[in-house]
């Protein structure tokens, strides 16, 4: 972490003033609880970059949603491979080695519309390379591909099957749909994976353990895993365990921090801070979110994984709203 | 009249529609009565007792200031009030309002007043003592004209209310004045503004380091009140803090760390508001070449030291306990960027005739009040420049 602090001090100027702004001087070693944070905000406001323009292969954007700023992530090609090498390797760990068939509850043309790609491109582009088969459960009105669906299950029915997507776009064109039509889909086999945040949910009063329940009753799936991560740090993501939390990856870690940004105790509710090794190509190695949640444990799980386990309780009160995935519905 | 299908959109919270436009005398003893009965029954109301603001809106409206008032408005010509007055009123800070009618009633007017649309319970409390009054058959004459109304922005409301006033008073930010300012009202018709202005603090270093402690506390905390009581949102809290004469950086010790404990002591800084401060400090960092220091006592406080004052000063700005400070030998140093933006210069240790020869001297074409460290949000009939109730009345000129 203090590399890439000196790393993003000598080659990004807005970072560099920012440092000697708060008299922090790179050169000499810290802790880790010592190293500043760029607040996340920042990254809509201005567009920060640790390499030349020309070394830029790929700018992320968070959601796009009308009249809001976004984010603007600018990967060159090292820190574009990493993520998706990091993304990869961490989600191996919860699914395996081995290439799953994969059904992505999303429409393929988020990948094809250059406007669209932003997070959600991302995260499907990046889990794809961990399956095989890779199926789009939804058209291009967001509306389920029954037939196309079934048609995967049943090609599929002896095997593990990858569930990938956004936690909104489940609920909302997946589940729902399900639920309306009382169709059952043979995914008893499956292993969800979904991400992108609970704001929308919770709106709707559905928590992870209704969701897991609904998914269930729908299509039988039994193992969904929840993880958290955002566009700034993209590929080194938290995921959740069989024990229902959130664990760092040896690429990542995460603070929790009090109102005067001083470090909580364990299980002291505080505003999260996340760290990131991959950031190389803009200074987002460590950031302050705009997210509340607490550290359960470190080492201790009872899922047996190392590392600092947490909750996330969502968004601080009145943050500037920031979505998570440009949710088609908004 | 409001369109019929609009009809529902509006709250009538105190009155009716059928509001009367009767002008009176501005401070015509009825009007200073009910404004003293206002006082005393919101000072004896368990409910109001909570809400610091509404009991210094009754503190204000107390018989010993509307007297005084009266004495100093001392106006030799007959004045009538120009008929019927329509507020609107800010958004952001929950009694303002009724300041805005209580200075429409004591210049003689009718008053429809658009209340903040988000619920502040000071606004249900005050209205609620209003009508209250109202059943009194002594207050019949200004139950008839008044009327409190609560909607969500919408101009076709807001033009109808507009049609028939004879004077409009509009508070809030630029965007919301140049929207208002495009809806038609009659060609005589009065307009006052208050937009988003400005204000900054003078501090004569030498005259902090003389205080002895308990003083050092008072002043500590009459510039908190002036500041982190409304979350440095009002616009005459100050941003910017002058520092003047000798031993500069003892002085700022002093004082900072009075008020660091006053804060620590008071303020409940949200986490939200926390992350704002970072965040803008972090601007501050990439925009400001001339940032000399940044120093915090906890997140509560934050200081940002500048070399030399930019042209756009007016648009720093910092909340919750965010501050600019910048030294200087003579106070007309800072001529250069004083614009019409700039409304209230808070003092300590200065003389006040020198701040105002600084003023008019050097003829700038803002800074409206000049007020003790301690009395920047005490708002009056005579705000922003203007005398308010001069404004909303007209003079019957007799030869």
Known sequence: ?330 | MIPMRLKDNVTYLVGDKTTLSKPLVPYEESLCEFLYELSSTLFASKEAAAYPDIIAFAFWCRKANIAKLKADFGDRRTRLGLGLVFHITPSNVPVNFAFSFAFGLLSGNANIVRVPSKPFPQTDIICDTIDRLFSYDRFSEIKATTAFVRYEQNDEITSSFCANCNARIIWGGDVTIRNVRNIPMPVRGVEIVFSDRYSFCVIDSPSVIKLDETELNTLAERFYNDTYVMDQNACSSPHLIVWQGEEKELAKERFWMAVSRAVTEKYQLETLNAVDKYTLLCHNAIDIDDITSFKEHGNHLYRITIDSLPDNMDELRGNCGYFYEYDTDVISDIAHVINTRYQTMTYFGVDKTYLLDFVVKNRLTGIDRIVPVGNALDINVIWDGYDIVKSLSRIIDVK
């Not at chain 1, 729902?176 to 929308?200: D, F, P, R, S, T």
């Open chain 1, 1 to 330: 972490m203090s590399e890439l602090t000196q790393h993003h001090y000598s080659h990004c100027p807005q970072y560099s003033k920012i440092l000697d702004t708060l008299s922090f001087d790179p050169t000499i070693k810290h802790t880790l609880e010592d190293i500043p944070f760029i607040p996340v905000r920042l990254f809509k406001d201005y567009e920060l970059l640790s390499v030349e323009r020309s070394k830029i292969v790929k700018t992320m954007t968070s959601s796009g949603t009308t009249g809001q700023s976004v984010s603007k992530i600018f990967l060159d090609r090292l820190t574009a491979a990493n993520q998706t090498r990091v993304l990869t390797r961490i989600a191996s760990d919860f699914i395996g080695t081995k290439r799953l068939p994969m059904l992505i509850i999303d429409t393929s043309s988020v990948l094809r519309d250059r406007n669209l790609f932003s997070v959600r491109g991302a995260g499907i582009l990046g889990f794809s390379m961990t399956g095989h088969d890779v199926t789009y459960a939804l058209n291009e009105d967001m509306q389920l591909d029954f037939t196309e669906v079934e048609a995967f299950c049943n090609k599929h029915k002896d095997e593990n099957i990858l569930i990938f997507g956004f936690t909104f776009m489940i609920w909302e064109y997946f589940y729902k749909k399900l639920a309306k039509v009382g169709e059952q889909l043979a995914l008893g086999n499956g292993i969800l994976i979904h991400g992108g945040g609970w704001k929308k949910l919770n709106e709707q009063a559905v928590d992870n353990d209704t969701f897991k329940r609904m998914l269930n009753n729908v299509c039988g799936v039994k193992r969904v895993c929840n993880y958290y991560g955002m566009v700034e740090q993209t590929g080194s993501i938290f995921m959740e365990c069989e024990a229902g939390y959130l664990h760092c990856s040896i690429f990542s870690d995460i603070i929790m921090r009090r109102t005067d940004f001083s470090v909580c105790g364990m299980h002291e509710a505080g505003l999260v801070q996340l760290m990131s090794l991959l950031p190389l190509s803009y200074p987002g190695h460590s950031i302050l979110t705009e997210d509340a949640g607490e550290i359960v444990g470190e080492d201790d799980c009872s899922c047996g994984r190392l590392g600092k386990y947490f909750t996330i309780h969502g968004r601080i009160k009145n943050a500037e709203i920031r979505g998570c995935s440009d949710t088609y519905a908004s």
